[in-house]
């Protein structure tokens, strides 16, 4: 009985021993399970067939764009005679308002030396007529004075 004793005492710690390592073990294998499904794709190499097939595949989705781009550009150029065009077109009547501008501002001028002439020739020949009659009356007032003298005219 000693033995088997013993052997109970012996037991004892191992059968504890091999219920906690039970109650790890499912744990741990499932964390080392996770830890390993997760590392597969990074061991994961891509073969010539797959990097083809990528290349097919980018290749494929680019042509649409490719196409698009071409349209755009061709669109923009479009776009681009449009505007010139239409500059053109201002230019020119920009320049037809400018040259009918110039012709209003002649006539401006042109009226306002007339009117300028119209006021102004009359009030000068009016200063020249009275120049003139105040010359010839400061003359008649020369001879007058020397009538006087003479005593040829009676006051």
Do not use: H
Not at 28 to 43: E, G, N, Q, R, T
Not at 99 to 121: E, H, M, P, R, Y
Request: with cysteine.
């Amino acid at each position: 009985m000693s033995q088997q004793r013993i052997r109970t005492i012996v037991d004892i710690p191992l059968l504890l021993l091999r219920k906690a390592e039970e109650k790890l073990m499912k744990p741990l294998l499932c964390m080392i399970l996770f830890l390993f499904a997760i590392s597969l794709p990074c061991f994961g190499e891509l073969t010539e067939n797959d990097i083809r097939q990528i290349r097919q595949v980018i290749r494929e989705e680019l042509e649409p764009i490719k196409i698009e781009i071409a349209t755009i550009k061709g669109d923009i150029k479009v776009l681009e005679t449009r505007i010139t065009e239409l500059d053109n077109r201002m230019t020119e009547k920009f320049k037809a308002v400018e040259d009918k501008i110039s012709l209003i501002q002649w006539f401006i001028g042109l009226l306002v030396a007339i009117v300028v002439a119209a006021i102004a020739i009359p009030q000068l020949l009016i200063l020249y007529r009275e120049k003139k009659e105040s010359k010839e009356i400061d003359e008649l007032k020369d001879i007058i004075v020397e009538l006087k003298g003479k005593k040829v005219i009676m006051p």
